[in-house]
């Protein structure tokens, strides 16, 4: 069985899959500027129990979120001890960015778990049309944001492909020219995917302008009754 990973869509029947991804992308815009308005543990413990209330909604296994968050433990670790090597009287405030990219790790989980990669480039085209007058090409940014949210999980992924090769070739991981070898191999073969991406964009005649959709989404009274509470939460909390 193929192991769920971070930024990999997964369809099911639930609240937050059926919101507008127009809605969902701003609300976690909005979560994230309440996050780092937050200073206290009391407004961290508030801001997780509502998160894990959406992570719930969504019905995202708790297992796979540990499973994906172990890539980031070093951060967090690294994070831990600059703190109490430096700053060791503000522990709190280590534990405080720690919890706080921690959530953040969760809501965008939640969107890229909950959202289509159709649903992210219609959502994204359509909040950055205002931005035309600025000569800047919506079509083209929200491929962009697509392709790199779907390119994190191949990535990992990769990852995880080169280095079981390796391991079962004798490498070692505490030689650093084994270490090289592998960054070598996974940025060759990240170069090599996006060339492959490249010539299919080209071959399918790819063009900024004169596409058409072939869903035009709607939002809907559920969506902005979403779009509202989080609005508030945000300027109530902050």
């Not at 992570?55 to 796979?64: D, E, F, G, N």
Request: aromatic fraction near 10%; hydrophobic fraction near 50%.
């Amino acid at each position: 069985m193929v192991r769920n990973i971070m930024g990999q869509y997964r369809y099911k029947d639930t609240p937050i899959h059926r919101l507008d991804a127009r809605i969902k992308i701003i609300c976690v815009i909005l979560l994230s500027i309440f996050l780092f308005s937050l200073e206290t543990m009391k407004e961290m413990a508030l801001a997780t129990g509502f998160i894990t209330l959406v992570t719930v909604l969504a019905r995202i296994s708790p297992k796979q979120l540990l499973r994906n968050l172990r890539s980031f433990v070093f951060l967090f670790g690294f994070i831990l001890l600059m703190y109490y090597l430096f700053d060791r009287q503000n522990m709190i405030g280590g534990y405080v960015v720690v919890i706080r990219f921690l959530l953040l790790l969760l809501i965008s989980a939640v969107l890229t778990f909950s959202t289509s990669a159709s649903e992210l480039i219609y959502a994204a085209e359509k909040l950055l049309r205002p931005f035309r007058i600025l000569r800047l090409k919506p079509r083209r940014i929200a491929v962009m944001i697509a392709i790199t949210i779907r390119f994190i999980p191949m990535l990992f992924k990769e990852a995880q492909n080169v280095r079981d090769a390796q391991l079962s070739r004798g490498a070692s991981w505490k030689k650093p020219h084994h270490i090289g070898h592998w960054a070598a191999a996974l940025l060759q073969k990240t170069l090599m995917q996006a060339c492959r991406l490249a010539d299919a964009l080209d071959a399918r005649n790819y063009k900024d302008e004169g596409h058409t959709h072939f869903r035009e989404y709607r939002i809907k009274p559920k969506d902005m009754a979403a779009g509202i509470v989080i609005l508030l939460l945000t300027v109530l909390l902050s």
